[in-house]
């Protein structure tokens, strides 16, 4: 069973900053695509940003110049610094893996983090 477990959000001021952190566990041998999504009740769940194995980024507008996703392959795990945060970040952040291959050749698609609250206070 693929785990994903995040880390880092919490309650903070407009203009401050904060660190997610999303590590997947387990005999790993390569995921693709890492990526970051958030979800306010009652909207749909959005993307965020995303970056493949080789480094390639893709943000959403709102967020660019703001945001920043990096991944180390080696530790299975991808990060997002969240600069200038604003009222309107606030929101459940989900960690995403398009897939992950263990050792042994089982593969698992779309999986989620538990997803970790991240509050601006104006």
């Known amino acids: 069973q693929v785990q994903l477990v995040e880390s880092g959000g919490g309650l903070v001021q407009a203009g401050g900053s904060l660190r997610l952190s999303c590590a997947a566990s387990g005999r790993i041998f390569s995921i693709n695509t890492m990526g970051w999504y958030r979800q306010v009740p009652g909207k749909q769940r959005e993307l965020v940003t995303n970056i493949t194995r080789r480094g390639s980024t893709n943000y959403a507008d709102s967020v660019k110049g703001r945001f920043t996703i990096s991944r180390d392959n080696a530790k299975n795990t991808v990060y997002l610094q969240m600069n200038n945060l604003k009222p309107e970040d606030t929101a459940v952040y989900y960690c995403?893996?398009?897939?992950?291959?263990?050792?042994?050749?089982?593969?698992?698609?779309?999986?989620w983090g538990q997803g970790t609250q991240v509050t601006v206070s104006s």
């Open positions: 995403n893996a398009d897939r992950i291959t263990y050792v042994g050749g089982t593969y698992y698609l779309d999986s």
